[in-house]
């Protein structure tokens, strides 16, 4: 399987933001990640929220917790944190320009007091031990091509009880990733090279100390994200082909639009579902 390091994860979300603006709301969702929909959900932008609220919810989140953005994008959702719950946080990311959206971001909603962003890598953070209250991890995660690195770091600096709270993709049932085509053309779009089953989390987060204690399959719940997805590669398909008579369009700004059409196939196949977890500290 393609293995993607730090620089090319860095160019995947530099390189594909402009993507997220023109097909995601990011200007309003303020997040890279799938929306989970409800009955009261109006559109785009409000589900991307919604699973924030989702998680922090879920993993119920104090007014005391700081946390740590473990992958925060544009900070998005420390911001999102910062407003609802009143919490510090510190956002961290591969991408150098992030960390200046986010911090931008923040100060232009008046959170730059319990707000910071960095530039680091989450399997070997500059943090001292015991820092954090809470790891938040929307769709980082699995990026991460060694888990246990992850898990690693996460008992180093998390707090004896602290918990890691993710939304993310997994596998329902293991399977070889090598044998899956759609699979691997979805998630190498996104510079992931291949993800969790569920068994497999409880087995990693178990062998560094901690345990999964809530998880909750929202799976039919992001479908329209699915969908919105897959029509926004429609146009991407398009977008992409006119964009390249003209220019040379960099390497995941060609082959975004793929991830799309592969997400939904997998999808219906049952290769991926989408997952809230809590997964306390046992140290």
Not at 61 to 79: E, F, M
Not at 170 to 186: A, G, I, L, N, W
Not at 189 to 210: K, T
Not at 270 to 280: A, S
Request: glycine letters at 6%.
């Amino acid at each position: 399987m393609k293995q993607f390091t730090n620089k090319d994860i860095e160019n995947y979300y530099d390189q594909t933001e402009v993507h997220y603006r023109m097909h995601w709301k990011l200007d309003e969702g303020m997040g890279l990640h799938y929306g989970i929909w409800d009955a009261n959900t109006k559109d785009l932008a409000a589900a991307v929220l919604n699973s924030n609220f989702r998680l922090m919810n879920l993993g119920e989140i104090k007014p005391t917790d700081y946390v740590l953005d473990a992958g925060c994008g544009i900070g998005g959702s420390s911001i999102y944190l910062a407003k609802n719950k009143g919490c510090k946080a510190h956002g961290i990311t591969l991408s150098k320009k992030q960390v200046e959206t986010a911090t931008q971001n923040a100060k232009n909603k008046g959170l730059s007091d319990k707000l910071q962003f960095s530039q680091q890598d989450y399997t070997k953070t500059n943090f001292p031990d015991n820092t954090f209250d809470i790891a938040w991890c929307i769709e980082s995660m699995e990026t991460a091509t060694d888990k246990t690195l992850f898990f690693n770091e996460m008992r180093r600096i998390l707090k004896p009880g602290g918990k890691i709270l993710v939304a993310d993709i997994f596998k329902p049932e293991s399977y070889d990733m090598s044998q899956e085509k759609d699979m691997q053309t979805m998630l190498n779009g996104w510079a992931m090279s291949d993800i969790l089953s569920i068994e497999e989390l409880h087995q990693i987060a178990a062998q560094s100390s901690f345990k999964v204690t809530k998880l909750e399959n929202v799976s039919k719940e992001v479908l329209r994200s699915v969908n919105r997805m897959y029509f926004a590669s429609m146009l991407g398909f398009v977008g992409t082909k006119a964009y390249n008579m003209i220019y040379n369009a960099s390497h995941f700004s060609k082959i975004h639009y793929k991830t799309g059409f592969a997400q939904k196939k997998a999808y219906h196949k049952n290769k991926w579902g989408y997952y809230l977890v809590v997964i306390e500290n046992q140290k």
